[in-house]
């Protein structure tokens, strides 16, 4: 079965704090038994243990009460005790971006996501592949979604298609919808329709998108 969640952007907190009160008296009625009982001192690092693991999610992402983002994925680790708190999903992650209708606006997939609360950042991390509104396909190796900013970008090679327009650069910035972007070190590829030519044509250029 998998798990459902609706939540504000600023309340990772919170739910761990639920979760854990959820647990605790699961933890009280084991921790009782006959017999002695021997203490092992046990020294918590918040960077790499966690508070919390949920599997099989789906979740709702609000911000200002509006839901903004679908997200699907196997796994979720809340470390709520780090220097600076996180979220990590080890395993492939499915996202939407959604407008005011729940239309889906961009798409999104990746091998692993790690996300910053306090920052309202996300970070996709390997076979990063977003697609717009306009079936453009963008492909990185990472991605920064920046919600504070309320913007995307990367500084990693990255690769634009839409039908047979192929565009590269080595970093890039666009809005959350991927409906304008900004590539740099832009190399565009257009490929010559031509039977005698099958080779495509590169132009080295600066571009734009709006």
Same mark, same amino acid.
């Given at each position: +079965?998998?798990?459902?969640?609706?939540?504000?952007?600023?309340?990772?907190?919170?739910?761990?704090?639920?979760? +854990?009160?959820?647990?605790? @008296?699961?933890?009280?009625?084991?921790?009782?038994?006959?017999?002695?009982?021997?203490?092992?001192?046990?020294?918590?690092?918040?960077?790499?243990?966690?508070?919390?693991?949920?599997?099989?999610?789906?979740?709702?992402?609000?911000?200002?009460?509006?839901?903004?983002?679908?997200?699907?994925?196997?796994?979720?680790?809340?470390?709520?005790?780090?220097?600076? @708190?996180?979220?990590?999903?080890?395993?492939?992650?499915?996202?939407?971006?959604?407008?005011?209708?729940?239309?889906?606006?961009?798409?999104?997939?990746?091998?692993?996501?790690?996300?910053?609360?306090?920052?309202?950042?996300?970070?996709?991390?390997?076979?990063?592949?977003?697609?717009?509104?306009?079936?453009?396909?963008?492909?990185?190796?990472?991605?920064?979604?920046?919600?504070?900013?309320?913007?995307?970008?990367?500084?990693?090679?990255?690769?634009?298609?839409?039908?047979?327009?192929?565009?590269?650069?080595?970093?890039?910035?666009?809005?959350?919808?991927?409906?304008?972007?900004?590539?740099?070190?832009?190399?565009?590829?257009? @490929?010559?329709?031509?039977?005698?030519? @099958?080779?495509?044509?590169?132009?080295?250029?600066?571009?734009?998108?709006?």
């Amino acid at each position: +079965m998998k798990c459902r969640f609706l939540y504000e952007t600023d309340t990772l907190k919170g739910m761990a704090i639920i979760c +854990m009160m959820i647990a605790m @008296p699961l933890c009280y009625f084991t921790s009782c038994s006959w017999g002695k009982k021997e203490f092992v001192d046990f020294e918590f690092d918040g960077e790499t243990s966690y508070n919390v693991k949920t599997t099989d999610v789906i979740m709702f992402i609000s911000d200002s009460g509006i839901t903004k983002f679908r997200l699907e994925t196997k796994e979720w680790y809340i470390f709520d005790e780090a220097a600076d @708190p996180y979220n990590y999903f080890p395993q492939k992650v499915h996202g939407e971006q959604l407008d005011t209708l729940f239309r889906v606006e961009a798409v999104f997939d990746a091998d692993t996501a790690y996300y910053y609360p306090q920052k309202k950042l996300w970070k996709l991390i390997d076979n990063v592949k977003a697609i717009n509104l306009e079936g453009q396909q963008f492909e990185t190796t990472i991605l920064y979604w920046d919600n504070a900013e309320g913007r995307i970008y990367s500084d990693r090679f990255i690769r634009i298609t839409k039908g047979d327009f192929i565009n590269t650069g080595t970093g890039f910035e666009a809005n959350q919808t991927l409906s304008e972007y900004r590539i740099f070190n832009s190399t565009a590829e257009i @490929p010559i329709q031509d039977n005698a030519t @099958p080779d495509s044509t590169t132009i080295e250029t600066s571009y734009t998108s709006k």
